[in-house]
């Protein structure tokens, strides 16, 4: 219905547009990833690096010269966030891991409440696109260690 | 960049059931800048459910902070809701509007769009602001696809800071 409609609307450009859309989505063209401006940034606004937390608490997702956007939705220059905990930084040419150590915020949030054991734990939060993707160049926070109290 | 655009009237006029509707009711300036009879009706376009415990707020500057600069990071804090760029009707989404020493707009209609209202349609989550020195209030009022805030409202408290000169 959306594709019928724009069709009808829209003029030529639009419908040049749409055919772009649904090459990109298509697999084999997936190579292509999705660009983000060269000043984009991606950080912890908390907790930081060394911080010692309660073992459930506020994550705050920040990301400067960007947009969030919902997994699905194709805008340029956003994506949403995911945060890794206890792990290495995925393959970033594939869609990011779906997994208790990947979390996925495909919903637009920029913040979670987390619940961790007691312990030390790293944090690293990576952008990925409307198809879950990291972007090119992938936009990263730093990898981050917090403890957890007992 | 052509893609944008594209889809964005493609989202709005799937939501909009009438498009004259539409088009009277998404340009702001046009409907402040039409004065309207004394008793005549303005349309109230649809307004997206939120979440009861859906929360915005400034996490930077705090009520009452005292910035020794006129350009400043202003981020916004968003709690059991989402954010996406205008255009594009999700669930529990919206994207965010800064309102800068004015009250509340009415919330059953889109908010204005002048330098007292800005949007941040592209899905920010943060922004740089640059005000001359003296006080000011901050407020940020989700608004959702086509600009209208959501029901009910999701809003910041109204917060003063004082800017001084660098
Ligand atoms: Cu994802
Ligand atoms: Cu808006």
Not at chain 1, 105 to 120: D, H, I, K, Y
Not at chain 2, 131 to 140: A, E, R, S, W
Request: aromatic content about 6%; glycine content about 8%; charged content about 15%.
């Amino acid at each position: 219905m959306f594709v019928k409609l724009s069709r009808a609307m829209l003029s030529a450009c639009a419908i040049l547009t749409l055919a772009g859309t649904l090459a990109f989505s298509s697999p084999e063209v997936r190579a292509q990833h999705s660009s983000m401006p060269p000043n984009a940034r991606v950080y912890f606004i908390w907790p930081q690096d060394g911080q010692v937390v309660g073992s459930k608490f506020w994550v705050r997702m920040g990301l400067s010269g960007a947009g969030v956007a919902p997994a699905g939705v194709e805008y340029p220059n956003t994506g949403h966030h995911h945060l890794l905990i206890d792990t290495d930084l995925p393959s970033l040419t594939e869609a990011i891991p779906h997994d208790k150590n990947h979390l996925h915020f495909g919903a637009g949030q920029t913040e979670a409440q987390l619940e961790l054991p007691p312990g030390t734990h790293t944090l690293q939060l990576l952008l990925g696109d409307a198809a879950h993707f990291p972007h090119d160049p992938p936009l990263m926070s730093k990898k981050i260690t917090i403890t957890v109290r007992s | 960049m052509a893609l944008a655009p594209g889809r964005m009237i493609a989202a709005m006029l799937v939501l909009s059931p009438v498009p004259a509707l539409w088009a009277q009711t998404a340009m702001p300036d046009h409907a402040v800048a039409e004065p309207t009879q004394p008793g005549e009706q303005k349309a109230t376009p649809h307004r997206s459910p939120a979440p009861k415990n859906a929360y915005v707020y400034l996490g930077w500057p705090n009520d009452g902070e005292i910035i020794r600069s006129t350009r400043f990071r202003v981020w916004f804090g968003t709690r059991n809701f989402g954010v996406c760029p205008a255009g594009f009707d999700r669930p529990n989404t919206g994207h965010h509007h800064l309102l800068i020493d004015v009250p509340l707009p009415p919330l059953d209609q889109p908010i204005p769009h002048d330098k007292n209202h800005l949007h941040f349609g592209a899905g920010q989550t943060e922004t740089v602001l640059e005000l001359p020195p003296g006080k000011h209030t901050l407020q940020l009022l989700m608004g959702d696809a086509d600009h209208v805030p959501h029901d009910p409202p999701v809003l910041s408290r109204r917060i003063s800071v004082t800017v001084r000169a660098d």
